[in-house]
Structure formats: C-alpha cells, structure tokens
C-alpha cells in the first residue's frame, strides 16, 4: 500500500515521539548553547499528565487570579512531565548549572511564558518528529525484503 500524503505529513517516528527531540533554544551567560529534550505534543507521557491532572484542572474554571494561577500551574507541570523532558546549559545567575527537574521546569514555565509557548510550539510541529530519510529508506527496504521472502 502506497504511502498517502497524509502519512507523508503526519505520521511520527515513535520514538522521537515519546524520547524527544533536541533543540538547541540559545545561549547562557557563559556562551554555552542551551539544549531542549522536547517530546511530541499527544505522546503517551504527555496524554497520561493530562488524564492526571484533569480533574484539578476542571476545578480551576474560573476568572478569579487564584483560579488562573492554579490554572497555569496544572498547565506548567503538565508541560514539564509530558514534554519537556530535559535540558542542559541553563544556569543560573551565579553561572551554576540548574538541573533538570520536574520542580525547576515548573518553575521556570511559569516565570517565562514565552518559553512554554515555544515549547508547546516546538512540540506541535509534525516535521521535527518525523523519521530521519534515512531511517525511511532502510524500513522501505526492510519492507520490501521481506514482502519478498513471504
């Protein structure tokens, strides 16, 4: 069966999926380029943040600033698990390396909302989750040698 376009378009390497992604975001205060390990949005850990934290998420409806700070909250710690699964180079003002936990992400998500718009971005976008042409050819061929053997 002939790939469709939409196969061509949507179709994502499981693994780049749920392991992640490498980007390098920019630099820190030392010159250092900084990297993010950033999942496919909709992946298995990301979709399981979501199931766990959508109860207290309903509760947060609501316009009082209390209700949209807990609301930003469950959003930032659902980023954190599901998508940005790591980081290197982010220091911190001392020039200290700051360690890619789950406390730090958070924290770090609600501080910069641009960041997590970049993130949510970044894992939104289909073309860094493919598999590498590469990879494409030698599962084409896999295929194909053993369509041949049956």
Do not use: C
Not at 16 to 30: D, W, Y
Request: glycine share 6%.
């Amino acid at each position: 069966m002939a790939k469709s376009t939409f196969d061509d378009l949507y179709i994502s390497d499981d693994k780049k999926a749920t392991e992640g992604v490498e980007f390098e975001i920019g630099t820190n205060i030392k010159g250092d380029p900084i990297f993010f390990t950033i999942a496919e949005n909709g992946n298995p850990k990301h979709e399981k943040a979501q199931r766990k934290r959508s109860r207290m998420l309903e509760r947060t409806r609501g316009s009082s600033t209390s209700a949209i700070n807990r609301r930003d909250k469950i959003i930032a710690e659902v980023v954190a698990e599901g998508l940005l699964l790591s980081w290197r180079g982010v220091l911190d003002e001392e020039g200290n390396e700051v360690p890619s936990t789950f406390e730090n992400k958070v924290e770090a998500l609600l501080k910069y909302r641009k960041l997590q718009n970049e993130i949510l971005e970044l894992s939104d976008e289909p073309i860094y989750y493919k598999e590498d042409e590469e990879d494409q050819e030698e599962a084409k061929e896999e295929t194909e040698k053993n369509s041949e053997m049956s």
